[in-house]
């Protein structure tokens, strides 16, 4: 069994000897970033500076591009590591796999030439997160680890989001607020749904749009909120959808129609939260049976939860041990954090 699989007090995943995953670690030679949210790249301009190696998918890298700036990664040790990929550093061989979370995450899986084997799911929504690969050690997010974290409905979310968005185009605009990934996620969903009205946006969503687009989401056609058409069409409430970040909710008039799009609802798929407001329960992370069952499938001899980035990390470590007769432990043994999680 490899020994060293923790993580750090400043939220590092550690795999192996030579990898830090998530956060920078004065120790580790080699930070792995899973994917562009701000929780997951701290410590990273450290890591540029001075770590051997910095690895990430291609379409992670050209997100953090839009999102930090593109001189970021200027003269920097990135290496690009494609799915089912690996890369070699010492006795580690490390391995990325697809995880259904935004575009380009990854799953992390660390060998050394023991055959001893650790992994990290990185976020992740267990439909679509394949192949879930077995292995001794395993440290797992806990967005969702409590089992208060469910969500038993069987509505098709994604049927009832365009319903709402098409029957209240017929009034004129609609805004649809939420985080960055799940924005491109609701656009496709409503392309694919053959809704053709402009999609409107600031720029720095429009930029992460074309970056989706370029790796194969269907977007179509994208609008920027101050070119003249954009404010033509918001102005004059013409029908088209308008996507901004969901730290801009208030500051749109409560006369607008609003739908929040988010994880953090279990009781219903569709509600009412405000006047002219709804809020869509679509969620890019597994709630917590899917966290189970994802543990269950990978098999591991031991389990570790991130109590990092999340406050559920030590009930979700008792419940595998309940449930799955795994040990696990929560990591770091702390509380509570309070970590803005996206930009
Ligand atoms: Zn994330």
Redesign the pocket.
């Given at each position: 069994m490899i020994s060293d699989v923790r993580i750090s007090d400043r939220g590092a995943i550690l795999l192996g000897k030579s990898v830090a995953c998530d956060a920078y670690d004065e120790t580790r030679p080699l930070r792995v970033v899973t994917?562009a949210?701000a929780?997951?790249l701290v410590g990273l301009r450290r890591s540029l500076k001075e770590c051997n190696k910095v690895l990430m998918t291609k379409a992670t890298k050209e997100l953090i591009e839009v999102l930090k700036g593109y001189s970021i990664f200027d003269s920097s040790p990135i290496e690009k590591v494609d799915y089912g990929k690996s890369f070699a550093y010492d006795d580690d061989t490390i391995t990325f796999f697809k995880a259904n979370?935004?575009l380009g995450?990854a799953q992390v899986l660390v060998e050394n030439s023991n055959g001893d084997r650790v992994a990290y799911t990185g976020?992740f929504r267990l439909e679509g997160t394949s192949p879930i690969e077995d292995c001794d050690t395993l440290v797992v997010e806990a967005t969702y680890g409590s089992p208060s974290f469910r969500r038993s409905f069987d509505s098709d979310i994604t049927e009832l989001l365009v319903s709402l968005v098409e029957k209240r185009l017929r009034k004129g605009k609609v805004y649809v607020f939420g985080y960055y990934g799940k924005l491109q996620e609701i656009m496709q969903i409503l392309r694919c749904a053959h809704v053709y009205v402009p999609f409107v946006m600031p720029e720095r969503i429009l930029r992460i749009s074309e970056v989706c687009k370029r790796h194969g989401m269907n977007l179509g056609d994208l609008t920027l909120s101050s070119d003249e058409q954009g404010r033509e069409l918001l102005d004059k409430n013409l029908p088209c959808v308008a996507f901004y970040h969901m730290n801009k909710r208030k500051s749109i008039g409560v006369s607008n129609f609003k739908i929040c799009v988010s994880g953090w609802e279990f009781q219903l798929p569709c509600k009412k939260i405000g006047y002219n407001e709804h809020l869509i329960a679509l969620s890019?992370h597994s709630d917590f049976d899917g966290l189970v069952e994802y543990i269950r499938l990978s098999n591991p001899k031991k389990v570790i939860t991130d109590n990092y980035r999340v406050r559920h990390g030590s009930i979700l470590a008792k419940e595998i041990t309940r449930r799955l007769g795994i040990p696990a432990e929560a990591m770091p043994n702390r509380d509570c954090y309070t970590l803005e999680k996206f930009f």
């Open positions: 994917h949210h929780d997951h979370h935004i995450a976020d890019d």
